[in-house]
């Protein structure tokens, strides 16, 4: 009894190790891009199943909600070398974006809904805020001192991203995917056809086929409350608000997470550092495809592309960053007290 209970606290030990936990932070990555390789691509016109999309929910949230556990392991923890104030923010912006993450899902899987705008939105915005504000922390507390090459770099990311982001909000812009035909319009002449007199001309009668698809999707949506079409209704005229600070808080972002990896070059904490930026560079990525299929599907673009697997990632490097960050600060405090206690 006594040696499988300490074969258990063993296991458990080694399970819930920094070592135990980046490897299923791995793991977990290659699951997902499993995953997505092998089940992302349909045969052109047929959706994707649901099993499949609640699949991708399944990974991106999974990630998300271990990675805010993690930063909240890092709060609690006073030995943290960063601050506990940075992994509190870094913290919430994970968790806001996992509960972004939610609802977004109950809106598109249960009611059938893609409103231009809604309540995970403002999540989402919450979750850019507190990341942003976990970032500049943590580049503070470095006391960033960059020289010219460094700046040029930082300007580079800066004009890079901005001017992707432009023409991810409008393809358009720069004519690489040159102008929308014009639609022809065609005007009908009313002919002067003799019909035979007291015969009036036949009616035409609009077949079912040439109905507007709207009604269609009238139908799928009844099954959501009222008081969320509502909501939907008087956010809307804010989706090009919410898009423009979408596209400047993902530039934002890149532009730290350039900072981030400057500033933490070489040294015992850079690992964790690099995971974070990375993090970022991944969430840009994947929000960049994301906004870029969505216009070039005029806004019918289904949710499950295959370079959404970089959600994924970003929540799997936030949590081995917070993890590493965990394993080096406590480790560096416990050498301090051995050498301590040794020249005692």
């Known amino acids: 009894m006594g040696s499988t209970s300490q074969e258990k606290s063993s296991l458990s030990a080694t399970l819930f190790s920094s070592q135990g936990m980046v490897i299923a932070g791995i793991v977990w990555a290659v699951l997902a891009l499993l995953f997505f390789l092998l089940f992302s691509v349909t045969v052109q016109g047929e959706e994707l199943p649901l099993w499949y999309s609640i699949g991708t929910y ?7 909600l271990a990675a805010s556990l993690v930063c909240y392991r890092n709060w609690q923890s006073p030995q943290m070398v960063s601050g506990r104030n940075v992994w509190l923010c870094i913290g919430l912006g994970v968790f806001f974006y996992f509960v972004g993450g939610v609802l977004f899902g109950v809106w598109e899987l249960a009611w059938n809904l893609d409103p231009a705008v809604s309540i995970a939105d403002g999540f989402y915005v919450l979750s850019y805020l507190f990341l942003a504000t976990g970032m500049i922390l943590a580049v503070v507390s470095k006391r960033l001192d960059l020289d010219i090459s ?9 004009l890079v991203g901005t001017t992707f982001g432009m023409w991810v909000a409008s393809p358009n812009l720069f004519g690489l995917l040159g102008a929308p035909e ?3 319009i065609e005007q009908s002449v009313p002919t002067t056809a003799a019909t035979a007199p007291g015969v009036s001309a036949p009616k035409v009668e609009k077949s079912s086929a ?4 709207e009604t269609d999707s009238e139908k799928e949506t009844s099954s959501a409350p009222l008081w969320v079409e509502a ?3 008087k956010l809307e005229p804010l989706a090009f608000g919410f898009n423009l600070f979408y596209i400047i808080g993902d530039v934002f972002l890149l532009i730290l997470a350039t900072a981030l990896i400057l500033a933490f070059w070489g040294g015992r904490f850079s690992q964790s550092w690099r995971m974070i930026a990375f993090a970022i560079f991944s969430l840009y990525i994947a929000d960049m495809y994301f906004k870029w299929a969505d216009s070039r599907g005029s806004g019918n673009y289904e949710s499950g592309g295959l370079l959404e697997v970089f959600f994924v990632f970003t929540g799997v490097l936030f949590a081995v960053g917070a993890i590493l960050e965990y394993d080096i600060s406590t480790r560096s405090r ?7 206690t040794a020249k005692g």
Do not use: C, K, M, N
């Open 58 to 64: 399944f990974f991106e949230l999974g990630a998300f």
């Open 150 to 158: 460094q700046w040029l770099i930082l300007f580079g990311v800066a």
């Open 182 to 184: 014009p639609v022809a």
């Open 210 to 213: 040439q109905t507007s698809p």
């Open 231 to 233: 909501i939907d209704s």
């Open 334 to 340: 416990q050498s301090r007290r051995s050498r301590r």
